[in-house]
């Protein structure tokens, strides 16, 4: 049974561009949300998708955008990037089925912006 | 959800139980403690979460004091990979919040295991 997947694992920004990390989620979960860490800080919730809608969103300017497909699995875009976008950014799936419902995470994707 | 105070380090000796203490005063009746770890670099690893009783699974066990303003998590025979970020998160079930079930991480607690 394979876990939550992310790709790409590392990726090297410039300033301004714009990009696309991907998460395929738990087997079994329909539910997919997604973190960013800085460097040396706990995950920050960015937001959350539920059949294919944004269902809760975190303190993060529009830049930050989602989508979750009809499988899904989700995208997180991050336009017009800054330096401070560098970050690991973590998705992590859950089975909405009530109270304790649990995330369970991926391994990440490292952005780097220069 | 409650905000949680942790201590910012602990060392523990190899093979000896690790006990993380983590405080949550304002935590509210509907309120879960959950308890992830992290590895330098990795995603957050589940590993337990509670309401009001004591919880045990394979990785760990949870104390929630009968008030549940504190709680700890007990690693009975701790190894060097358990080295890692420990993160204590109090959160309303998503049946409460319409369906939203976000983790706020605090800075944690750095377990150093060593021989």
């Known amino acids: 049974d394979a876990g939550v997947t992310q790709s790409p694992t590392h990726l090297i920004k410039t300033r301004g561009q714009q990009v696309t990390l991907r998460c395929s989620p738990k087997?079994?979960?329909?539910?997919v949300s997604w973190y960013q860490q800085a460097l040396g800080q706990g995950p920050q919730f960015i937001f959350q998708?539920?059949?294919?809608?944004?269902?809760q969103r975190g303190n993060f300017p529009d830049r930050f955008s989602g989508h979750q497909f009809p499988n899904y699995s989700s995208e997180l875009n991050v336009n017009a990037l800054l330096l401070g976008d560098s970050a690991l950014y973590l998705c992590?799936?859950?089975?909405?089925?009530?109270?304790?419902?649990?995330?369970?995470f991926g391994p990440g994707t490292r952005l780097l912006v220069l | 959800d409650a905000k949680t105070t942790q201590p910012t380090s602990m060392d523990c000796a190899e093979g000896r139980a690790a006990n993380l203490p983590c405080n949550h005063s304002?935590?509210?009746?509907?309120?879960?403690v959950y308890w992830y770890r992290q590895i330098h670099s990795q995603g957050p690893q589940y590993i337990i979460h509670?309401?009001?009783n004591n919880e045990t699974n394979e990785m760990a066990s949870l104390i929630i004091t009968e008030d549940r303003k504190s709680s700890t998590l007990i690693l009975p025979h701790a190894t060097l990979r358990d080295t890692a970020v420990y993160y204590c998160?109090?959160?309303?079930?998503?049946?409460?919040?319409?369906?939203?079930?976000?983790?706020?991480f605090g800075t944690g607690t750095q377990l150093k295991v060593e021989l």
């Open positions: 992590a799936s859950s089975l909405l089925q009530g109270a304790g419902e649990t995330q369970y």
């Open positions: 087997s079994g979960h329909d539910t």
């Open positions: 998708y539920y059949e294919e809608e944004e269902r």
């Open positions: 304002t935590i509210s009746g509907n309120e879960y």
């Open positions: 509670g309401l009001k």
């Open positions: 998160i109090v959160r309303v079930a998503a049946i409460l919040t319409g369906g939203g079930n976000k983790l706020t």
